[in-house]
């Protein structure tokens, strides 16, 4: 059983920042991808910004400039630092992992850190 814990939501104002992370705990051999995905009321999860376990980083359009995310592997930790934000940053960000385990491969979601960026 994995487990990701995100901290670091809360409200900001637009121009100002937050960083966000997510910890797993658990049974992990080893974590392949992770990544921060952005909820909104009434539309699906989105990938905001990914990193492959080789540190290569992928983001979407909307946030490259402002954000970066990175990976501490020995502690299993993913942090999105967002910067210029934007009330349109604003929703739900959840972390995923893929984690590999004995015989095993699946991915692994945090329960979501609200963001809220007002103007």
């Known amino acids: 059983q994995v487990q990701l814990v995100e901290s670091g939501g809360g409200l900001a104002q637009a121009g100002g920042s937050l960083r966000l992370s997510c910890a797993a705990s658990?049974?992990?051999?080893?974590?392949?991808?992770m990544g921060w995905y952005r909820q909104v009321p009434g539309k699906q999860r989105v990938p905001i910004a990914t990193?492959?376990?080789?540190?290569?980083?992928n983001y979407a359009d909307s946030v490259k400039g402002r954000f970066t995310i990175s990976r501490d592997n020995a502690k299993n930790t993913v942090y999105l630092q967002m910067n210029s934000l934007r009330p349109e940053d604003t929703g739900v960000y959840y972390c995923?992992?893929?984690?590999?385990?004995?015989?095993?491969?699946?991915?692994?979601w945090g329960q979501g850190t609200q963001v809220t960026v007002s103007s």
């Open positions: 995923n992992m893929e984690i590999l385990g004995i015989g095993l491969r699946y991915p692994a």
């Open positions: 658990g049974s992990i051999f080893s974590i392949n991808a």
């Open positions: 990193i492959t376990s080789g540190g290569s980083t």
